[in-house]
């Protein structure tokens, strides 16, 4: 059984109150889809409640970290300091439409030794409001749901391979690129899925429910607790041309070694095309 630390509990309990209330505005959208004002509104105010609920939390038990958030921006810290990176809504346009699949994710990333910038991610949290699912990791002690271990799946066909991706929207990401990827990874494996929040795209992954994930044109805070936990799973994670980095958003490609390899070569291939 794990035994949580105590930056995962700041973390938790932080994601845990900010979930109860999304979890509450959430049951209320579908009661706004038929009002003339609709939802939009409503949504973008859930975001910044729970993104401030969340900010005093972790302040308050943290006071001199700095945070990178997705609607406040970079608040600075203490410089020799680690950092907390939030998403206090992944899944925006699931939670306006009414569709459960959403959460919160923090990671807490370390500065560099020395000096000269940002490092290592060393803990991280991925909480789903709608199913109470915790998934969280550290660095060196493995990936959890709970109290459970999480290991990526073992599987080493593509042919029986189930996919992530996330795919470009509204001028946003390259939908030329994703085309070409989608074209040569598509043929190869048992399916592809687009639930359309990453961060619980990389849980599931870690979780063995999803055998691999790519995705380009994200965020430091979509994927800054999702690389951890899937790594800390047993997973590879790299940008497209094969570099590990400690968060991916620009683009990420995620699965056990024996599928990153698999799904590497073709994306490669795809791209030179």
């Not at 993104?51 to 410089?79: C, H, Q, S």
């Amino acid at each position: 059984m794990a035994v949580l630390s105590g930056v995962i509990r700041v973390m938790e309990k932080a994601a845990r109150k900010a979930g109860g209330r999304l979890r509450r505005d959430f049951g209320e959208v579908e009661h706004l889809q038929v009002s003339h004002k609709g939802p939009a509104d409503f949504v973008s105010k859930a975001d910044r409640i729970a993104e401030r609920t969340i900010y005093d939390e972790l302040l308050a038990a943290r006071p001199d970290w700095g945070f990178v958030m997705e609607e406040a921006g970079v608040i600075e810290g203490d410089e020799n300091k680690p950092r907390w990176i939030v998403d206090p809504l992944d899944g925006t346009s699931n939670f306006l439409h009414g569709i459960p699949h959403f959460a919160i994710s923090i990671a807490v990333q370390e500065p560099k030794l020395g000096g000269g910038g940002w490092g290592d991610v060393t803990a991280a949290v991925v909480y789903n409001p709608v199913t109470d699912e915790t998934f969280w990791a550290e660095k060196s002690r493995g990936a959890w749901l709970h109290d459970g271990r999480l290991r990526v799946s073992a599987r080493r066909s593509l042919s029986e391979a189930l996919i992530a991706t996330g795919i470009p929207f509204q001028g946003r990401g390259n939908f030329g690129e994703w085309t070409k990827i989608f074209g040569a990874i598509g043929p190869q494996v048992a399916g592809i899925r687009r639930y359309g929040a990453a961060s619980l795209d990389l849980a599931w992954l870690a979780a063995g429910r999803f055998d691999g994930f790519w995705e380009s044109d994200l965020n430091d805070w979509d994927t800054a607790a999702g690389c951890l936990i899937v790594r800390e799973a047993g997973g590879f994670v790299s940008d497209f041309r094969g570099r590990s980095e400690p968060i991916h958003a620009a683009q990420v490609l995620a699965a056990n070694d024996t599928l990153h390899s698999k799904l590497h070569k073709l994306l490669v291939n795809a791209l030179k095309a």
